[in-house]
């Protein structure tokens, strides 16, 4: 398939295939447990011939193979919550036993084949950009293979789950305590039911998701030389420099001047923007200052070309700041060097902990 214009954005009827709406992840795996004939009460086995692996990982391994240590299948993890740091196998980061299977006591759903799959589209696309720093080549499917990995990634994390559980205790709160939550309606915690939310609704994720994404414009952005990115474990960060308006957030995906960040390595970062940034570096192109039309015309270039755009170390330290902040615990690099993250701690030691999605 031929390319196309990196500046031009999609229709999202095009961009994502009737089949992956509805086969895509629409069928998770069913498992019944039953009592094992030669143990008694506690035992349980599968009688489903699907079987997934025990790990979990709710950032990809496709994604830190990334920012793997050189020739190793292995990174560097920093753990904020103990300002410690330590070398570990890729399968055993971001990752938890059983993390993508609801379990409903007698039987368990498994999404985790749905999500392989979603992988197992983006991964090519993903090691091809790394490789050759080039988006000129990518085709309208390895585009929406990369939409639909970025929409399912905003929202498998273990963030999501969190601001779930945040918003059920405020709301608890709010109403006096439990007993009263329970006389006004609201059901217990659960956080089984709260995962089940999350991944029965991945084909609407995709939809929802994937119109306002497949309108950004998409563009490489690189780090400066003896500079790296780091990658945590909720990685898709954002960010805007338009200003707000009636004291409303602006880092919706579909807000004018979003900037969406996803590291896909040490020196690359994917970078999908709003469309209305073109008209900011088309005025400060022609605005008479030489740096401003200078640094325009740079991004302008990089943009239509496919190649990277080559970023300033105030820009790398911008983007790596919201990776630790945004980060519920972990933070992963090819390197044992997590400086940063630990003088961003020193200075405002709330960083070390999960972020608080609902005030």
């Known amino acids: 398939m031929p390319g196309f214009s990196l500046c031009a954005p999609l229709c999202s009827k095009r961009l994502i295939p009737r089949r992956w709406k509805f086969h895509l992840i629409c069928s998770p795996t069913a498992s019944r447990k039953t009592k094992s004939p030669a143990a008694s009460g506690a035992l349980t086995i599968s009688t489903n011939m699907t079987t997934h ?3 979990q990982h709710y950032v990809p391994q496709c994604l830190l193979r990334g920012f793997s240590i ?21 399968r055993d ?7 993508n299977e609801v379990d409903f006591g007698d039987f368990s759903v ?37 939409i639909v990995f970025i929409a399912i990634q905003m929202v498998r994390t273990k963030a999501e789950r969190e601001a779930l559980d945040q918003t059920h205790d405020l709301l608890v709160g709010r109403l006096g305590g439990e007993a009263n939550a329970l006389r006004a309606g609201l059901p217990p915690k659960d956080k089984e039911m709260h995962k089940l939310s999350i991944l029965y609704h991945l084909p609407e994720t995709i939809n929802t998701f994937g119109k306002p994404l497949a309108e950004k414009l998409i563009m490489l952005q690189r780090a400066p030389a003896k500079e790296r990115f780091l990658i945590g474990d909720d990685p898709i960060v954002r960010d805007n420099s338009f200003p707000t308006r009636n004291g ?7 807000n004018q001047g979003i900037e969406i960040y996803l590291p896909l390595s040490p020196k690359l970062v994917l970078a999908l923007m709003c469309p209305s940034i073109l008209g900011v570096m088309e005025a400060a192109r022609g605005s008479g200052s ?24 105030t820009n790398i330290r911008r ?3 919201m990776q630790i902040a945004n980060a519920t615990r972990f933070v992963m690099s090819d390197a044992d060097d997590f400086s940063f993250a630990r ?8 960083i070390a902990f999960p972020p608080k999605y609902v005030r």
Request: charged content about 25%.
């Open 343 to 350: 003088q961003m701690i020193k200075d405002q030691p709330s």
């Open 248 to 254: 409303l957030g602006n880092l919706g995906i579909s």
């Open 70 to 90: 050189a020739g190793k299948d292995r990174v560097y993890v920093f753990d904020k919550s103990r300002a410690i740091s330590y070398p570990s196998a890729i």
């Open 110 to 146: 498994s999404f985790e084949n749905r999500l392989e799959l979603v992988e197992a589209n983006a991964a090519p696309v993903i090691q091809r950009i790394v490789a050759t720093e080039d988006l000129s080549g990518i085709s309208l499917e390895d585009r929406a293979s990369l």
């Open 319 to 321: 983007l790596n700041s």
């Open 93 to 99: 980061v971001a990752s938890e036993n059983y993390f």
């Open 290 to 313: 030489h740096f401003a039309s200078f640094e325009a015309e740079r991004f302008l270039h990089a943009l239509q070309a496919g190649k990277p755009f080559l970023l300033t170390y």
């Open 53 to 55: 692996a025990k790990k």
